[in-house]
């Protein structure tokens, strides 16, 4: 099993709420009181647990990557994704309230479509490039101590 598979298990949960959202914010335009249980059930799920996911990749995986590699590179992108996706998350996170009241708050649609967008994309890259990096350049000791590391982060 690759030690990384923690990481990409949560991808795919990540990537499932993410399919709602989308469903979501296409019913947002014709129907918006059908869109908003979708898009709620989406900003729960990434409200509580997108940002647990970033840190156990930033305290975990990409502290033993940047000891191979250094800190420019992938490990540079991945973090600016991370800042890009954490400034997101906040506007989701402040409309939040009124989205569960009932309202469609200005602005949670567009962080919403670029939150869809980034985050996929950013998915991509580290389940194709960096998770298979990682993989192979961090001795195999230390990769079997990073499941472990990730859960309690």
Do not use: W, Y
């Not at 991945?78 to 998350?89: A, G």
């Amino acid at each position: 099993m690759l030690e990384t598979t923690f990481l990409q298990r949560e991808h795919r949960a990540v990537l499932a709420k993410l399919d709602v959202l989308e469903r979501g914010l296409n019913l947002a335009q014709t129907a918006p009181a059908e869109a908003r249980p979708h898009l709620v059930e989406a900003a729960a799920f990434l409200l509580a647990n997108l940002e647990v996911h970033l840190d156990r990749e930033e305290k975990g995986l990409f502290p033993r990557l940047e000891a191979q590699t250094g800190p420019q590179g992938p490990l540079h992108v991945m973090m600016l994704e991370h800042e890009q996706l954490r400034r997101q998350m906040a506007v989701i996170g402040a409309a939040n309230a009124d989205l569960a009241a009932g309202a469609l708050p200005p602005g949670l649609l567009g962080a919403s479509r670029d939150l869809l967008s980034v985050l996929r994309s950013h998915i991509l890259k580290e389940d194709q490039i960096l998770f298979p990096m990682a993989e192979r350049v961090i001795p195999h000791d230390v990769l079997e101590e990073l499941e472990e590391t990730c859960k309690t982060i």
